[in-house]
């Protein structure tokens, strides 16, 4: 199946500091990435929806100011938390969509979970 | 109204049960369905996709109905590697994705 690559794995940093995380689709053309947080015990929070070439949509309550999304190319997105701090402490997940794949479905990165001391 | 629900659980069985999960959308244009398996700190993995004559996949199958909009995953002989969490997906007609909350399972032996 399409592989989707998220970097990195785990990132530990300082609290005001920016982090940010790649998701590369390795072997098709993402025209939609997704961008999730997940809490302990909790379910998958959509935090945005991105095209390849505009703007993200945020969902209600996800800050965009907060949460840099870029989407420049078919097989890259980035997710930058600018001045990060403990709170946004949590495992963030993307996921791909796009042409190249029959059956429809989403693929997942493999997280990265975010640290904030 | 959500557009997936999902009943979270937690579903506790034995060992060598049958287990249902159902999950009801509200979208009737949806197209497109799946269940996804998570494991505890890890990403989503597609379990199955979920077509509308219903299909099997070793001790798994799922169900579509669309008249009532929506979606089932049976597990048959659960085994203690099924203890996951369980996520319906439900793809629209604009490349939407929505996912329900999950269900709890642990096979206990």
């Known amino acids: 199946g399409a592989v989707v690559s998220q970097h990195p794995s785990r990132v530990i940093c300082k609290s005001g500091t920016s982090v940010k995380i790649e998701c590369r689709s390795l072997d098709f053309q993402a025209t939609t990435m997704f961008w999730y947080r997940q809490f302990p015990k909790q379910s998958l929070m959509l935090m945005a929806t991105?095209?390849?070439?505009?703007?993200?949509?945020?969902e209600q309550g996800v800050e965009k100011d907060k949460f840099l999304i870029n989407h420049a190319s078919l097989t890259l997105s980035t997710l930058t938390v600018t001045s990060a701090h403990p709170e946004d402490s949590s495992f963030y997940i993307c996921?791909?969509?796009?042409?190249?794949?029959?059956?429809?479905?989403?693929?997942f990165g493999e997280g990265s979970r975010l640290t904030v001391l | 109204r959500k557009e997936v629900e999902q009943d979270p659980g937690p579903f506790n069985v034995p060992e060598g049960a049958t287990v249902a999960f159902n999950c009801t959308y509200s979208?009737?244009?949806?197209?497109?369905f799946f269940w996804y398996r998570q494991d505890c700190r890890k990403e989503p993995k597609l379990l199955m996709s979920v077509y509308s004559s219903g299909n099997e996949d070793g001790r798994f199958t799922a169900q579509l109905n669309r008249a009532s909009q929506y979606i089932s995953l049976l597990i048959r002989d659960s085994k203690l590697s099924d203890s996951a969490t369980y996520l319906c997906?439900?793809?629209?007609?604009?490349?939407?994705?929505?996912f329900g909350t999950g269900t709890s399972l642990t096979v206990i032996p």
């Open positions: 979208n009737s244009a949806s197209q497109s």
């Open positions: 996921s791909a969509s796009g042409w190249g794949q029959p059956t429809g479905e989403l693929f």
């Open positions: 997906v439900v793809r629209n007609t604009g490349n939407q994705f929505y």
């Open positions: 991105s095209n390849e070439g505009s703007k993200a949509t945020y």
